[in-house]
């Protein structure tokens, strides 16, 4: 038996595998992760390094490979874990060990170091007035001064001394050189947080909450380690109950992550954190420097932090005694990877935790449907906060047919109800939030009269539409020609949704002049802190009206704000992809949840082409577990997730005839490798057919058990490994994918 072995942890240097022979003593020992000492380089010099896989062959001279001497000693290194949790998502989601690594080991990359230097006094105190005098005798007035300061403070910073002391560095060395003080630095981890002296209140829980709380503190005393999911309705205090979770966790000496879909949520979910477990907490996000990232995975290794706070990438943190991970609004499209591998953060993190003894808490207002039919098949265990934590009512929801707005003469975005209202607030000085609905938008075709909208008659999706005056199915391929008259009414008002954030500003800046309005978007938050400086803006009621795309309806909690209108509320409901109507519930309910969290109660006005479609009408209702049992019915009916697993192959090629040559020979061998009865579509063309001169096609897979396709992705991936056609075709795996290609 062979193990390969990395010696080096770092970005630059993972590509550098060695092949080591395992001494038959070690055989049962040995898996991805184990630490273990090896005879390195010429002078065979003992080094350690970590097992990332095992084999039966050598890729080498086997009378050249050296053998594994030994387990590394005492070995709890926190890279091993790692190391045999990056071997799991490669087997779980595709790609090569390299890509695993790469992303779940953090950066030694050390970029723009920040290091703070100190002069310490070398003399004791009799020493130091001889040595002094001797300076004032010779008339040396900036060593004098230097000596006089360190005589009373026995370190100063270097900075002080050169800045306020006005003692050049010369004169610095000068004392060094008669060992009279010494020059030390240490490196500084930059800390993202910016101190605020905020003063954290003490809690009075509900009920529910303090069930939650007691139910998790109960089993981890007791040694149980589990995944919970908290359904909790918008408003109902999740984060207080998760900050209490995590003190019980603290308590035990151990530490938490905890998971948030957007760098919006960082600012107001920091504060709260902050405010309770201060200094002993940092952040990651995309938007900080490699330094700085790096800085805060090293304070984490070396116990300087409690709590890391971040989006999905923040799941490595590489905290040596890892307690608990937190999923805030676990039901998040985010939380999936789109780079190889395409892992989900929510199956990485119950596979982290079970590497190291940890927890799990899943939290949401609307649970994705994997979670929710864990939870009802017993895999999880439900914590309900059914309740909002300060009884405030949920707030009142219209329902306005857009239909029944053009019939009567209103070709405007805003309708009557929602222009009455916003004038009503705006006199009470009251804060509203427009959101419209664009995500997952991807060109499908309505009709404004009836609302009828062009789906797939095989796939149950929606066309796309496509330059060349084409509708397609990104599922199956299928085709027909673009329309334009309503096959159902008749109407030529039959098209796509073309308004944006920007033309809804204009329009409201027109109709209320007098209003002070924001707008949220990836156009207003490029900068560096952009999310930041809109939403404390906003808190602070600088402004009136805030429009946004779904970044402003995600766990904010602005107490002024009483009224919430969704303006095209359809946009996501028809988007090619089978979780278009979860999707389109989530964002409803959570849009819905921002209205009335303070004394006032709060409206809601859903704008819509479709009002008697389920997923709006639960979300009007703010029933998550009615829209559950219509959901999953179609899922069970359709095969989709998660009653049935689903795996996207995406091939890449520059050279169109090679990639279709590469897919039917792919296609082709999975069909006689196909043991297990998995259902093969396509290829069919994704929604983008080629980008940047490469073309796209994608295979879909189904079947009921996720071994199965795993067994399947193995076989594919060993065929293209030894096949030399596909050295010019790029083959991705995404299991049960997020979005469609």
């Given at each position: 038996m062979y193990a390969k072995v990395i010696v080096d942890i770092t970005h630059e240097k993972l590509d550098k595998i060695f092949e080591y022979r395992i001494p038959a003593e070690l055989e049962e020992r040995l898996h991805a992760g184990v630490e273990v000492v090896v005879p390195f380089g010429k002078g065979n010099r003992e080094i350690k390094g970590y097992v990332i896989g095992l084999s039966e062959y050598c890729e080498y001279d086997p009378n050249k490979v050296k053998s594994i001497l030994s387990l590394a000693e005492k070995s709890v290194a926190i890279e091993g874990r790692l190391v045999a949790l990056a071997a799991w998502m490669k087997e779980y989601y595709g790609g090569t060990m390299?890509?695993?690594?790469?992303?779940?080991?953090?950066?030694?990359?050390?970029?723009?170091?920040?290091?703070?230097?100190?002069?310490?006094l070398l003399l004791d105190e009799e020493e130091g007035k001889t040595k002094l005098e001797e300076y004032l005798?010779?008339?040396?007035?900036?060593?004098?001064?230097?000596?006089?300061?360190?005589?009373d403070e026995e370190i100063l910073e270097y900075e002080l001394i050169t800045k306020k002391l006005n003692v050049t560095r010369t004169v610095i060395r000068a004392l060094e050189e008669q060992n009279v003080a010494r020059i030390e630095s240490e490196q500084v981890w930059r800390n993202p947080i910016k101190n605020r002296k905020k003063e954290w209140k003490e809690v009075v829980y509900t009920e529910e909450q303090q069930h939650a709380i007691d139910t998790f503190r109960e089993d981890y005393l007791k040694g149980i380690r589990k995944t919970y999911l908290i359904y909790g309705v918008t408003g109902s205090g999740k984060t207080e109950v998760y900050m209490e979770m995590i003190a019980s966790v603290i308590k035990e000496g151990k530490q938490a992550i905890v998971l948030i879909p957007?760098?919006?949520?960082?600012?107001?979910?920091?504060?709260?954190?902050?405010?309770?477990?201060?200094?002993?907490?940092?952040?990651?996000?995309?938007?900080?420097?490699?330094?700085?990232?790096?800085?805060?995975?090293?304070?984490?290794?070396?116990?300087?932090?409690?709590?890391?706070?971040?989006?999905?990438?923040a799941l490595f943190t590489p905290f040596a005694n890892l307690g608990l991970i937190v999923i805030d609004e676990e039901h998040e499209s985010t939380y999936k990877s789109e780079q190889i591998?395409?892992?989900h953060a929510r199956e990485t993190a119950v596979e982290r935790a079970h590497l190291e003894g940890a927890s799990v808490v899943l939290g949401s207002a609307t649970p994705s449907l994997e979670a929710f039919y864990r939870a009802q098949k017993g895999e999880y265990e439900l914590l309900r906060l059914q309740n909002r934590a300060k009884m405030q009512e949920m707030p009142t929801v219209y329902t306005i047919d857009l239909r029944e707005e053009l019939k009567s003469g209103n070709r405007s975005i805003i309708s009557g109800k929602l222009y009455e209202l916003m004038a009503d607030r705006l006199r009470k000085r009251q804060q509203i939030m427009l959101f419209i609905n664009r995500r997952g938008f991807?060109?499908?075709?309505?009709?404004?009269?009836?609302?009828?909208?062009?789906?797939?008659?095989?796939?149950?999706?929606?066309?796309?539409?496509?330059?060349?005056?084409?509708?397609?199915?990104?599922?199956?391929?299928?085709?027909?020609p673009m329309?334009?008259?309503?096959?159902?009414?008749?109407?030529?008002?039959?098209?796509?949704?073309?308004?944006?954030?920007?033309?809804?500003?204009?329009?409201?800046?027109?109709?209320?002049?007098?209003?002070?309005?924001?707008?949220?978007?990836?156009?207003?938050?490029?900068?560096?802190?952009?999310?930041?400086?809109?939403?404390?803006?906003?808190?602070?009621?600088?402004?009136?009206?805030?429009?946004?795309?779904?970044?402003?309806v995600k766990g904010h909690d602005f107490p002024n704000v009483t009224l919430v209108g969704v303006l095209?509320?359809?946009?996501?409901?028809?988007?090619?992809?089978?979780?278009?109507?979860?999707?389109?519930?989530q964002l409803l309910t959570q849009a819905a949840g921002r209205a009335g969290r303070g004394s006032e109660k709060g409206e809601v006005v859903i704008q819509t082409y479709s009002p008697e479609h389920y997923s709006i009408e639960t979300a009007a209702k703010q029933d998550y577990e009615a829209f559950y049992q219509e959901e999953l019915a179609y899922r069970t009916m359709m095969g989709y997730p998660p009653v049935e697993q689903l795996a996207a192959i995406l091939v890449t090629s520059e050279d169109e005839s090679l990639l279709e040559t590469a897919c039917s020979y792919m296609k082709s061998y999975a069909e006689r490798m196909n043991r297990n009865q998995v259902r093969i579509i396509g290829p069919a063309s994704p929604y983008v057919g080629k980008v940047n001169d490469v073309y796209r096609r994608v295979i879909y897979l189904k079947h009921a058990r996720y071994e199965a396709m795993i067994d399947l992705k193995n076989k594919l991936e060993q065929y293209i490994e030894i096949n030399s056609g596909f050295r010019k075709v790029r083959v991705q795996f995404d299991f049960n994918p997020m979005n469609v290609f």
């Open positions: 390299i890509q695993s690594l790469k992303t779940v080991l953090p950066i030694k990359r050390e970029e723009n170091k920040k290091i703070r230097r100190y002069v310490r005798k010779k008339n040396q007035k900036a060593r004098a001064r230097l000596l006089a300061a360190l005589l957007e760098i919006a949520l960082t600012y107001q979910t920091v504060m709260r954190f902050y405010k309770r477990f201060g200094e002993r907490i940092s952040i990651m996000n995309s938007k900080m420097s490699s330094g700085e990232r790096y800085d805060q995975m090293m304070r984490a290794k070396e116990g300087a932090i409690d709590v890391m706070i971040g989006p999905r990438s591998p395409r892992y991807a060109g499908f075709i309505s009709c404004r009269s009836c609302g009828y909208v062009v789906k797939c008659p095989h796939c149950d999706v929606s066309l796309a539409s496509h330059r060349g005056g084409k509708l397609v199915c990104h599922y199956c391929g299928y085709e027909e329309i334009s008259v309503c096959p159902s009414c008749g109407s030529k008002h039959i098209g796509g949704f073309r308004a944006g954030t920007q033309q809804i500003e204009e329009l409201v800046k027109k109709e209320f002049p007098d209003a002070r309005v924001l707008r949220m978007d990836m156009d207003t938050t490029k900068e560096k802190d952009g999310h930041e400086k809109i939403l404390e803006a906003f808190v602070n009621e600088e402004a009136d009206i805030l429009i946004g795309t779904q970044m402003i095209a509320a359809d946009l996501s409901l028809y988007a090619d992809d089978y979780r278009a109507g979860e999707r389109t519930f």
